[in-house]
């Protein structure tokens, strides 16, 4: 069994500078998800680490985007990974949120990290591949952080439902802190952690007990939830000791953590 109180090994996994309050989707209560105006607004709003979704286009460029397919949140339609990037700069993902976003592009990760590196923000990087591309999406993100990960910003979380991408994100920047990405949290947690090689479980708050975070807080392990938006439940977790809220709207959390 790994721990964190027995284990140099997962060293960059501790998420010593990761907050305890970070913004989803940017601040996607805000402003439209997963583009450059909620990374900005989550800065706007004094948050200092936000969540988002990276996915590849067709053609294997990183982009920021959470659906498999275009329909919710664009004027596009169908799988995005059936596109070349240059066809999904076409699209609008802020109108659907607000007129007051329409035009609103699609952004890539370079463009997201060039916004995070001018607001000074971290970043936990969620790894969303499309179906059958779980391996080929963690091996481009991993690369395309090891390599243009702005050096003045702390390093990044890496996280993912998928295991297999967190592995292959692991090949290409070792370094780099994990999270495993689970709705409920399985009976097996552990073993799935060693799986991937990190002491960091990420897990829906709607399906999180006191008795199970206690049990893997207890056991020395970091656990943050997600989507929190209700102080009150947010202050709950917090005083179990979970360690980080991810939510649509991070400055209430702020306000209470
Ligand atoms: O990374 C936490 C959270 O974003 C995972 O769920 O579906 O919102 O990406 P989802
Ligand atoms: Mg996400």
């Known amino acids: 069994m790994v721990h964190r109180a027995d284990s140099k090994r997962f060293s960059a996994a501790l998420g010593g500078s990761v907050p305890n309050v970070l913004g989803h989707r940017g601040a996607a209560g805000h402003a439209p998800e997963n583009t450059l105006p909620s990374l900005l607004k989550a800065h706007e709003l004094g948050i200092s680490w936000v969540e988002f979704d990276v996915k590849l286009s067709r053609d294997g ?6 659906d498999d397919t275009l329909d ?5 339609r169908g799988p995005i990974a059936d596109q070349d990037l240059q066809a999904l700069r076409n699209y609008d993902a802020g109108a659907w949120f607000d007129a007051a976003f329409a035009g609103t592009p699609l952004p890539t990760l370079d463009e997201g990290l060039a916004v995070l590196a001018r607001c000074g923000m971290g970043a936990n990087v969620e790894i969303k591949p499309s179906k059958g591309r779980e391996a080929e999406t963690g091996m481009a993100v991993g690369k395309a952080l090891a390599e243009t990960w702005p050096t003045d910003l702390p390093l990044p979380l890496v996280s993912s439902f998928s295991a297999a991408a967190l592995q292959a994100c692991a090949v290409a920047a070792p370094d780099l802190a994990r999270a495993l990405l689970v709705s409920a949290v399985p009976k097996d947690w552990r073993a799935q952690l060693d799986a991937v090689e990190t002491d960091t479980l990420h897990c829906m708050s709607q399906r999180l007990r006191e008795r199970k975070a206690k049990e893997i807080l207890k056991a020395g392990f970091i656990l943050r ?3 929190v938006n209700r102080p009150n439940r947010a202050r709950q977790l917090l005083d179990w000791g979970v360690h980080g809220i991810i939510s649509d709207y991070p400055d209430r959390i702020l306000k209470i953590a």
Do not use: E
């Open 72 to 76: 919710r949140n664009t004027d596009g």
């Open 225 to 227: 939830c997600f989507t």
């Open 61 to 66: 460029v990183p982009v920021l985007f959470h």
